[in-house]
């Protein structure tokens, strides 16, 4: 039997991490449909097209088209023996075809890992969240702030910018940077709001089928490694 991972978790559970844990550690390939429809940026053809116009609107890729993406990319030398699936599927409709394809060839998911992480606290891991350009090293002003100056930056009459998080290095002065998509607290909660009703649906059908193993993402980044490897292991004992 191969090893068919769902990876779900809201945005700052610290799924790209753990996909790259679980990777290295059960040597099966982690497929994000964002990347694969991403990856498709550079191709002229209609299909290729279409797709970027619907992301770009910050909509959902129809079912058919994205469900094709992903056979292909089951269908590869390199996933004969499972993979670790995230941002797949996004809806009921999505999960039904997967467990009918997976059934054909004699495969069934294996589990759903469900990174869980308060809200308040994943909005503050987007929100206090600050990069050096020069190292690569993160801050946060919550978690991680020491040999940083930070200030909350506000426009007198909030007419020009709502009020931001400004940080800079003590060591070099350096003006440390935030992702384009953490700078708006309303972009971060509409991100976490778009989570909740997308995920829902989905927890609830993995639930019924008794597949949904939560896992607390509020621990240093090995911990939830090592519950990781025991739902996998007890799941590849069963
Ligand atoms: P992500 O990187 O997972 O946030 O995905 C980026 C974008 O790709 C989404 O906003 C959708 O437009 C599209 N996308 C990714 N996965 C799916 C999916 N399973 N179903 C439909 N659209 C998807």
Redesign the pocket.
């Known amino acids: 039997m191969g090893l068919y991972i769902i990876l779900m978790g809201v945005q700052g559970a610290g799924k790209g991490e753990q996909a790259r844990f679980i990777h290295e550690t059960y040597r099966i390939p982690h497929i994000?449909?964002?990347?694969l429809?991403?990856a498709m940026k550079t191709r002229e053809d209609e299909l290729a097209k279409r797709i970027q116009q619907?992301?770009a609107e910050?909509?959902?890729?129809d079912?058919d088209t994205?469900n094709e993406v992903v056979k292909d990319r089951l269908s590869q030398p390199d996933a004969a023996n499972g993979v670790i699936l995230?941002?797949?599927?996004?809806?009921p409709a999505?999960a039904d075809w997967l467990e009918q394809y997976l059934a054909g060839k004699d495969e069934k998911v294996s589990a759903v890992i469900l990174l869980e992480l308060d809200l308040f606290t994943a909005f503050k891991r987007a929100f206090g969240r600050v990069t050096s350009a020069k190292t690569g090293k993160t801050y946060n002003i919550y978690s991680n702030s020491e040999g940083i100056e930070w200030q909350f930056v506000e426009d007198s009459d909030g007419a020009k910018f709502p009020p931001r998080l400004q940080a800079r290095s003590l060591e070099d002065g350096e003006e440390l940077q935030r992702r384009p998509d953490d700078a708006s607290a309303h972009a971060i909660i509409k991100r976490i709001d778009t989570f909740i009703q997308t995920t829902q649906p989905l927890l609830n059908y993995y639930q019924n089928k008794e597949l949904l193993k939560p896992v607390n993402a509020d621990q240093p980044i090995q911990a939830v490694g090592e519950e990781i490897r025991r739902v996998i292991d007890s799941v590849q004992q069963a």
């Open positions: 994000s449909t964002g990347d429809f991403r619907i992301m910050g909509k959902l890729i079912d994205t995230d941002g797949y599927p996004r809806t999505q």
